[in-house]
């Protein structure tokens, strides 16, 4: 399985972004897929996730400004990013944790929020 990340690039404080993620295996087979990001130093933190039944985790600094939703038909996993902030600039990943427990990584999207 291979993760394909797009969306990422240069955006003013108070921006948006749109980043998507596309498998090229089935979504159905997932436990979970979302978005984690990581800045140099820093460990890999969670962004967002969904899980297969739905229900979503929000890392607390993003809660209410950023938004994950998933495409069956379209193999895809879409972080929504308002109100970007200054340090929201990372890395972000994408990840399915498949129910073999196979966990693929997407090959990573800059964001660069500036102030």
């Known amino acids: 399985v291979q993760l394909q990340a797009s969306g990422g690039g240069l955006v003013q404080a108070g921006g948006s972004l749109r980043l998507s993620c596309a498998a090229s295996?089935?979504?159905?087979?997932?436990?979970?897929m979302g978005w984690f990001r990581q800045t140099p130093g820093r460990q890999r933190e969670m962004v967002a996730i969904i899980r297969r039944r739905g229900d979503v985790e929000y890392n607390e600094a993003v809660k209410g400004r950023f938004t994950v939703d998933r495409d069956h038909a379209k193999n895809t996993v879409n972080l929504q990013m308002t109100d970007l902030k200054p340090e929201d600039t990372a890395v972000y990943y994408c990840?399915?944790?498949?129910?073999?427990?196979?966990?693929?990584w997407g090959q990573g999207t800059l964001v660069t929020v500036s102030s």
């Open positions: 990840n399915f944790l498949w129910v073999t427990g196979v966990d693929s």
């Open positions: 295996g089935s979504v159905f087979m997932v436990n979970h």
